[in-house]
């Protein structure tokens, strides 16, 4: 892939003039490198990246260095290895379930271009699912969001949402990224809680994500806090299993 490589390049040389770069093992220089060429657009879903020998030849690098660099990216889910083609940047979205992201950051992030569809957007008075997932009381107003969440014109989510009315008085305000609207509502969220589950999608789910019904999916249900412990979102989506990979990094600390 011609076009990637002179950005590659430049990227790598960037991370080694890097202030400590010397104390940096060089597979995690060029594993920086390539994030940064995807990140920045120049490597989208799907394309190849330069043979191990081309990456190893234009880096002065050996090909144990490059392959370590793929391989932890392989194993991260944005790089994808096909036997006897190459090494090709995964077109499936992944999802770190350590950091506090939305969907549109997640697909920015990949270069694409997040959009949704609103199946419903409504106001009125807590469930009692809700008031206990938004510490809310009985009567206490909600905005309810239900979407489809796409990249492009490709169905990834479907998502249903219920934040306070007191932090955000109509539902209309949400555009396109909840988190963007509660940034300007002056109420983004520092942290959350995720509960993940396998799940196999029905008729109808499986309609709206155009994926044949049995199809695997992934049930998230998120609550998100202010810094003050105040619930802000509470979220349930349902994503493709066949687009979406979440990834935690685990530390084993004394």
């Given at each position: 892939m011609p076009a990637a490589r002179t950005p590659l390049v430049d990227e790598f040389r960037r991370q080694n003039r890097r202030s400590g770069a010397a104390d940096s093992p060089a597979y995690l220089r060029l594993r920086s490198a390539i994030e940064g060429v995807i990140d920045a657009?120049?490597?989208?879903?799907?394309?190849?990246?330069?043979?191990?020998?081309?990456?190893?030849?234009?880096?002065?690098?050996?090909?144990?260095?490059?392959?370590?660099?793929?391989?932890?990216?392989?194993?991260?889910?944005?790089?994808?290895?096909?036997?006897?083609?190459?090494?090709?940047?995964?077109?499936?979205?992944?999802?770190?379930?350590?950091?506090?992201?939305?969907?549109?950051?997640?697909?920015?992030?990949?270069?694409?271009?997040?959009?949704?569809r609103f199946l419903e957007r409504s106001l009125g008075e807590v469930t009692p699912e809700e008031a206990m997932a938004l510490n809310l009381s009985p009567g206490d107003g909600v905005i309810r969001l239900y979407r489809l969440r796409l990249a492009g014109d490709q169905a990834?989510?479907?998502?249903?949402?219920?934040?306070?009315?007191?932090?955000?008085?109509?539902?209309?305000?949400?555009?396109?990224?909840?988190?963007?609207?509660?940034?300007?509502?002056?109420?983004?969220?520092?942290?959350?809680?995720?509960?993940?589950?396998?799940?196999?999608?029905?008729?109808?789910?499986?309609?709206?994500?155009?994926v044949p019904p049995g199809s695997p999916g992934l049930w998230i249900e998120r609550r998100a806090f202010l810094e003050d412990g105040r619930v802000v979102e509470?979220?349930?989506?349902?994503?493709?299993?066949?687009?979406?990979?979440f990834v935690a990094e685990l530390q084993n600390n004394p």
């Open positions: 657009g120049h490597l989208q879903p799907g394309h190849a990246l330069p043979s191990e020998r081309e990456l190893a030849r234009l880096l002065s690098l050996s090909r144990v260095t490059v392959r370590k660099a793929l391989s932890g990216l392989v194993d991260e889910g944005l790089l994808t290895q096909r036997q006897g083609s190459g090494t090709f940047v995964s077109d499936r979205i992944v999802r770190s379930a350590s950091h506090l992201t939305s969907f549109s950051d997640d697909l920015r992030a990949r270069g694409l271009d997040p959009r949704s990834l989510a479907i998502e249903r949402s219920a934040v306070p009315q007191s932090v955000l008085s109509d539902p209309a305000v949400v555009r396109n990224s909840l988190y963007e609207a509660l940034e300007r509502a002056g109420c983004k969220p520092t942290r959350a809680l995720q509960r993940l589950r396998a799940v196999v999608l029905d008729g109808e789910q499986a309609r709206l994500l155009d509470y979220t349930t989506s349902l994503y493709r299993g066949d687009k979406y990979d």
